[in-house]
């Protein structure tokens, strides 16, 4: 398992931009697909975004399409969403985790958790 730390949320107008970011401990962070998943109140988990373990492959929920981008800068162990146009239906607190298997948007299939980070869109 890899120890997953997330930073950069906090509070935004409707419209706004915030970068997300995970820093990942141990040195086979390149062997992991990286996920962004976020849970809002009373609501379940949901998958965000993932990306493969070398950057090349990416794939998104619906409603992201067009304003998120994941990125990951391995030599820092890192992952990124950058998130734009944000609205208030992203407001949520936003996980990111780790597995070994690229693929699978089910949070169940996820080994690796952080602890999340807040993110709230004012309108």
């Known amino acids: 398992q890899v120890q997953l730390v997330e930073s950069g949320g906090g509070l935004v107008q409707a419209g706004g931009s915030l970068r997300l970011s995970c820093a990942a401990s141990g040195r086979t962070f390149s062997r992991y697909a990286m996920g962004w998943f976020r849970q809002a109140p009373g609501k379940e988990r949901e998958f965000v975004a993932a990306?493969?373990?070398?950057?090349?492959?990416?794939y998104y929920t619906d409603s992201v399409k067009g304003r998120f981008t994941i990125s990951r800068d391995n030599a820092k162990n890192t992952v990124y969403l950058e998130m734009n146009n944000l609205n208030s239906e992203d407001t949520a607190v936003y996980y990111c985790?780790?597995?070994?298997?690229?693929?699978?948007?089910?949070?169940?299939?996820?080994?690796?958790w952080g602890q999340g980070t807040q993110v709230t869109v004012s309108s």
């Open positions: 990306i493969s373990g070398g950057g090349v492959r990416t």
């Open positions: 985790a780790a597995d070994l298997l690229y693929g699978s948007i089910r949070p169940s299939f996820w080994e690796s």
